[in-house]
Each structure stands twice: as structure tokens, then as C-alpha cells.
Nanobody
């Protein structure tokens, strides 16, 4: 069973930075993709940044150049460095892993950006 635990959310002023962490436990397949998605109130969940099972990194258009996804395999952790945050980045951020056994989600961490 794969479990994902996010941390690092909080309240920050516009222009500030936060780093989210997602610790992966269990035994995901090596054919696993992982990434971050977010959902703002009244909006659909959207992709923020992902690392595909082939190692390709993809970003949502609205975060390109501001957010960076990275992975530390030794620590079983995926990070999302978020710089130059904007009020429209306010959302619950979810860590998501998918592999041949299923689609797994963390509980989410709230990011609030004040103007």
C-alpha cells in the first residue's frame, strides 16, 4: 500500500516562497509517475507539476518559471519549490502518485497567498 504525506503549506505574502514536501511510503512500482496537483475553491483540480514514469518533467502553464519539482530518491521525497507566489496560487496542494497498481493521493496541504 502506497501512502503519501504532504507538508510545507502555509500562509505567505505575494512574491514569497514556500517549499512543499511529499514523503512516499510503501512500495510503489518503479513504473510510477509522481507530482503535484492543486484545487482552489470552486475550481477543478489542476496539474501543477509532474515527473512521469519516464522521468519527464511537466509544468502547468500558470506556474512555469516560478515552480520547480524535484525528487530525492534516497529520502523517498518529492518537493515542490514555489517562488514568486501569487494570490491565484491559493489552493489545497495534493501529492499524487500513479503506477500500474493504482492512483494514490495525499491528504493535501493548504497554501494561502495574501495580496
Amino acid at each position: 500500500q502506497v501512502e503519501l504525506v504532504e507538508s510545507g503549506g502555509g500562509l505567505v505574502q505575494a512574491g514569497g516562497s514556500l517549499r512543499l514536501s511529499c514523503v512516499v511510503s510503501g512500495t510503489p512500482s518503479i513504473l510510477a509517475g509522481i507530482g503535484w496537483r492543486r484545487q482552489a475553491p470552486g475550481k477543478q483540480r489542476e496539474r501543477v507539476a509532474i515527473i512521469t514514469d519516464g522521468g519527464t518533467i511537466k509544468y502547468g502553464e500558470s506556474v512555469k518559471g516560478r515552480f520547480t519539482i524535484s525528487r530525492d530518491s534516497d529520502k523517498n521525497t518529492v518537493y515542490l519549490q514555489m517562488n514568486n507566489l501569487r494570490p491565484e496560487d491559493t489552493a489545497v496542494y495534493y501529492c499524487n502518485l500513479w503506477d500500474p497498481t493504482g492512483d494514490y493521493w495525499g491528504q493535501g496541504t493548504q497554501v494561502t497567498v495574501s495580496s
